[in-house]
Nanobody, 122 residues
């Protein structure tokens, strides 16, 4: 079992930056691929970024590529999402997830955090 807790969300102006963190407890995070997803009311959960177990393979949604960076520190059992040049369209609840595969499909991830709200004002 892996428990995930996100932090770092908040309110930021357009053009600003935030860094989300996801702290894992239970089994070591190095056993898993990790992903970040986001969701707005009435919409399906959307893939944002993913990383394989050591960060050597990273994937991004087209809408965030070049602005967001996923990273991980396995020694700290923590995954990060650095978000730059934020726009109001990035407003959502952001979730981190862990699973066996580095994929964009949310259904492939086994463990989920509770989410953290990111709000970008115009």
């Amino acid at each position: 079992q892996v428990q995930l807790v996100e932090s770092g969300g908040g309110l930021v102006q357009a053009g600003g930056s935030l860094r989300l963190s996801c702290l894992a407890s239970g089994r070591t995070l190095s056993h898993y691929a990790v992903g970040w997803f986001r969701q707005t009311p009435g919409k399906e959960r959307e893939f944002v970024a993913s990383s394989n177990w050591n960060g050597g393979t990273r994937n991004y949604a087209g809408s965030v590529e070049g602005r967001f960076t996923i990273s991980r520190d396995n020694a700290k059992n923590t995954v990060y999402l650095q978000m730059n040049s934020l726009t109001p369209e990035d407003t959502a609840v952001y979730y981190c997830a862990a699973g066996p595969l580095t994929v964009i499909d949310a259904r492939a991830y086994t463990y989920w955090g509770q989410g953290t709200q990111v709000t970008v004002s115009s």
